[in-house]
């Protein structure tokens, strides 16, 4: 780490998903996302990332975006952002990552559960940072934003 960084995540995994994440892969995650941080220049920022079950982020997404299912991931921001380049994102606290473990499972068939939550891990971020996919133009700009720090984390994470 670089004089200065304290770039922080958080871990919690509720105990329904915990035989589903070695600690192993709870550390190698956060070291993703911390690796992703670092990349974007927010080293004195911090997150938190749950791991959770299907239930509980069905309870989530019914609360705060009135949908009635389980999802992969949600992102609760601390504080409103426009891109990872707004200066009001550094050292604060971003806001809160949730995956839904079960979910990642399912929808990732055929892919290692790692990179799937690695990737879910990403994805949140760039929501704590204002990106959204909800119209063509900005959902291409996540994306490309989400490539570029799951390649480039990866060899970074530590």
Known sequence: MEAGDVT???VLVRPTVSRLLAPRL???IA??????MRLLGRSRSQVALLF???????ELNRT?????????????HQRELRGETDPAGDGIFLGDIVISVETALRRGRGKRLPGELARLAIHGLCHLF??????AKPAAAM????????????????
């Open 143 to 158: 994306r490309k934003l989400e490539n570029r720090l799951l390649r480039q984390s990866r060899a970074r994470a530590r």
């Open 130 to 135: 204002g990106h959204d996919h909800q119209r």
């Open 64 to 76: 705060y975006r009135k949908l009635d299912r389980a999802t992969d991931v949600l992102s609760f």
């Open 26 to 28: 709870r550390r190698a």
């Open 8 to 10: 922080m995540v958080d």
């Open 52 to 58: 959770t079950d299907d239930d509980e982020i069905r």
């Open 31 to 36: 070291a993703r996302l911390r690796a992703a």
